[in-house]
């Protein structure tokens, strides 16, 4: 499977849940989004112990068949798009994680995640 990983999921991977630690082994592909890279680089600078979640995000994205994605001109598309879906449906949901989606939808990816929110997103694939 080919997924693209949320903050919240790297989280749990930090902390050991074995669940996802084996989920993210066995992942053909797992794409760390600019978007959550950001949101776990501005925890690291808060948290009490954020170099140690600094030095895990490193040392995952060095590991094989992790990659980071960043936005492009087909990516701001998918995001208008969404952002107009969500809002025309009444079920808006974090900017943040519009970019997310809309970064799913252009590689094709499957949303790794714990936010319920992106089930107002049927077209596009998510596992918990």
């Known amino acids: 499977m080919r ?6 999921r790297f989280i749990d991977f930090c902390s050991g849940d074995p669940e996802v630690v ?5 992942a053909a592909l797992v794409v760390v989004p ?6 776990i680089r501005v925890a690291s600078l808060l948290l009490k112990h954020g170099d140690v979640q600094a030095r895990m995000l490193t040392e995952f994205l060095h590991q094989p068949g992790v990659r980071t994605v960043h936005s492009t001109d087909v990516t ?4 208008a798009a969404l952002y107009v ?16 989606a809309a970064l799913a939808l252009e590689h094709s990816l499957v949303i790794y995640t ?15």
């Open 3 to 8: 997924l693209l990983i949320d903050s919240n």
């Open 76 to 79: 701001t598309h998918h995001c």
């Open 22 to 26: 084996s989920r993210l082994e066995t």
């Open 34 to 39: 600019f978007v959550v890279l950001a949101e």
């Open 114 to 128: 714990r936010d319920a929110h992106f089930d107002h997103l049927p077209q596009i694939p998510k596992i918990r």
């Open 85 to 100: 879906h969500l809002r025309k449906q009444g079920t808006p949901i974090p900017t943040n994680d519009i970019w997310i």
